[in-house]
């Protein structure tokens, strides 16, 4: 790539060679040398300089690529575990980290329990306020709930109008004034939507993680699911522990 | 004398000279492993154009990215033109751009300054949906 610098040089030092060899000094020979050196050096100077700045550029033009495509990583990875109506962590993401959790729970016979959250009487909702009230209840009711939630534990919509809870390190007992809390807090003020206060109530599930009977993930969320079929049965409104009566 | 066509890859320009038309058009992005050897027929086929047609010649180039290599031939292609120039021949380059990419634009006026060949500098046009 850089032939024609490379020509000039090996000429110049050719000159120098033969006039070491023969000691003859052919000033008119010298001069030619010396002005095509400095008109090559002047040359390869400017390209230097061009080079280096282009150069810059082309990285700087590099940087701002990556820039833009981890922004887009980051962006795609909070559209991949959140809700995008309620801004709440998605089935997804629950569904990963309900994974970890168990097998945790599961290795070490570590507690673990979880909360199938049912919003009651949600259909009515909708269809006496419209759709659009229905989705800012859904709003309302998550954020309400996701405020009572701890740094380790992890809270996301998992249906249409089911949520769930996923709470580490617990035992049945703490969980479960935990979901009474819940309870009480989303059922105590109406929510203001539009013009509207709607008073919401919600039926809760709650199973604790038995190594002995919770063989699969999918048995202890059945579980779950299990209670929280009961508390709708019960009368809605209100927390059942699966396995306890009443 | 013949066109001289290249096919665009993901390391190497597209490349497309018209003998007849005098037009030479170069676009995409170039870090292939060896630049100098990509660009050995693009200088011998302005040589021949230069020596034989001596005709204008019309040089639009649309870069992407250009490695250090690649900016090395163009800097070489630039002087070749120039050398043309300075036997009378004609020569206007187009340096095209996406309108909002500055550092592309900045990078030609790079290979602009100093260089005795004519460098227009045109943002290419967003295409529009044709409307009825």
Redesign the interface.
């Known amino acids: 790539?850089f032939k024609a610098e490379q020509n000039v040089l090996n000429e110049a030092q050719l000159l120098i060679e033969q006039d070491r060899a023969s000691a003859n000094e052919s000033v008119d020979a010298w001069r030619s040398a010396y002005i095509a050196l400095c008109d090559q050096f002047a040359s390869l100077l400017?390209?230097s300089m061009?080079?280096t700045?282009?150069?810059d550029?082309?990285y700087?033009?590099?940087i701002?690529a990556k820039e833009e495509i981890e922004r887009l990583n980051r962006e795609n990875y909070h559209l991949a575990i959140f809700d995008s109506l309620t801004e709440v962590n998605n089935r997804y993401y629950l569904m990963d980290q309900y994974g970890k959790e168990f097998a945790k729970a599961l290795r070490h016979d570590s507690p673990l329990a979880l909360i199938l959250i049912d919003l009651d009487h949600f259909k009515q909702i909708n269809d006496e306020f419209g759709h659009q009230v229905g989705d800012e209840v859904l709003r309302s009711v998550s954020q309400r709930i996701k405020g009572q939630v701890r740094q380790q534990d992890t809270f996301g919509r998992y249906g249409g109008e089911e949520f769930l809870l996923i709470l580490p390190g617990i035992e049945v007992a703490d969980a479960a004034l935990v979901a009474e809390k819940i309870r009480t807090l989303v059922s105590a003020d109406p929510f203001a939507i539009g013009v509207h206060k709607i008073t919401i109530t919600i039926s809760l599930g709650l199973a604790q993680f038995s190594s002995t009977r919770d063989v699969n993930r999918d048995v202890f969320l059945l579980r779950a699911d299990q209670a929280m079929y009961e508390a709708k049965i019960r009368g809605r409104n209100q927390m059942v522990i699966d396995g306890v009566s009443p | 004398m013949e066109d001289l066509s290249i096919a665009k890859t993901k390391y190497t320009l597209a490349v497309s000279f018209s003998a007849s038309r005098g037009l030479l058009e170069m676009e995409g992005s170039s870090y292939p492993e060896n630049a100098f050897e990509f660009f050995t027929p693009i200088y011998e086929w302005i040589q021949q154009y230069v020596a034989e047609i001596q005709k204008p010649i019309a040089l639009n180039l649309k870069f992407d990215y250009l490695n250090t290599s690649s900016l090395k031939c163009i800097i070489d292609l630039f002087k070749i033109l120039e050398s043309y120039v300075e036997q009378q021949g004609e020569v206007v380059v187009k340096w095209l751009y996406e309108p909002d990419d500055d550092d592309m634009l900045e990078s030609g006026k790079e290979f602009a300054e100093d260089i005795r060949v004519p460098i227009i500098f045109c943002p290419t046009e967003e295409e529009k949906p044709s409307v009825d």
């Open positions: 790539m400017r390209d061009k080079l700045a282009a150069g550029l082309s700087r033009r590099l701002k």
